[in-house]
């Protein structure tokens, strides 16, 4: 869903495939068929095909799209683009199965929605929930949900506090940009060594140019960390497979231990838990 109208589809090998696009517009040379269970007008739309009836409500359009799109893959909608979270409470009048995964927001667009909006009690629930757009450097991300992935592609973060905000409900999280130092790194390990982000299982995250220094992101906790010669790799929900070696390893009492590694070209630490005794 998007300024261009609401696309309906698949996914093939990581790309967008539209099947149908709802969209206020005239239609060349119609053709009528079967949509949903009653007798419409489309035509051809690029490679795909068109659909609106100006005789109808907008929403009952899209109602009537939604119940073709599922009919035809026997199956509940399992993506949503959308820039705007009212997308999420017409798929929860529709179905109850979460999502697998959110794409919130457009890489070039600089329009914003709070948490609250994606999170609100009408809201479809999805598993996953990627920012893709411009967000503020001071956005709360302050979750009432828990999510097995979330990730922020232009998001300016330099405070730890609200990093944690959301590794406190999220299994694995993703910062393709931030602002963060090694002082900062420092203190999510000792969060994570203290059980306090037990949820968390991996974390990626972009730090600030020339901002890491071993020497200020080990320090006080030397002794819980040592080298690891194996390779580890850590496969994460969207089934991208994350490097975590060569690095480190962090023990906690309890005999959990992570690994994480930093590649000073990319200035990316990551960090993934590789042995739960749980």
Known sequence: MDNNGMHFGFTREEMLVFMITLKDLEMKEPMNVN???????????????????????????????????????????????????AAMKFIRRRQSTPL???????????MYWTIENYEADKCIRTKGLCFRGWIPEDYDFSLKRDYEYVQAKRWNCRELEDV?????????????????????????????????????????????YLSYTEALVFRGIE????????????????????????GKCLRRDDGVIASFSYDPNTWILNFGVVDDVN
């Open 35 to 85: 949509i949903g269970g009653e007798k419409k007008q489309i035509s051809k739309y690029g490679n795909h095909i068109l659909f609106y009836d100006a005789g109808m409500p907008w929403r009952q359009c899209v109602s009537l799209v939604f119940k073709h799109i599922t009919y035809l893959f026997r199956m509940e909608i399992q993506i949503l683009y959308c820039h705007n979270p």
């Open 223 to 246: 002794h819980r960390i040592t080298d690891t010669t194996e390779e580890v790799n850590y496969k994460s929900f969207t089934g991208e497979l994350y490097q975590l070696s060569p």
């Open 164 to 208: 944690l905000k959301i590794v406190r409900r999220s299994k694995e999280v993703v910062l393709d940009e931030s602002r963060l130092v090694s002082k900062n790194v420092n203190d999510l390990f000792n969060h994570w060594l203290e059980n306090r982000i037990d949820g968390l299982k991996f974390l990626s995250i972009k730090m600030a």
């Open 100 to 110: 697998w995964m959110t794409y919130a927001g457009d890489w070039g667009s600089s």
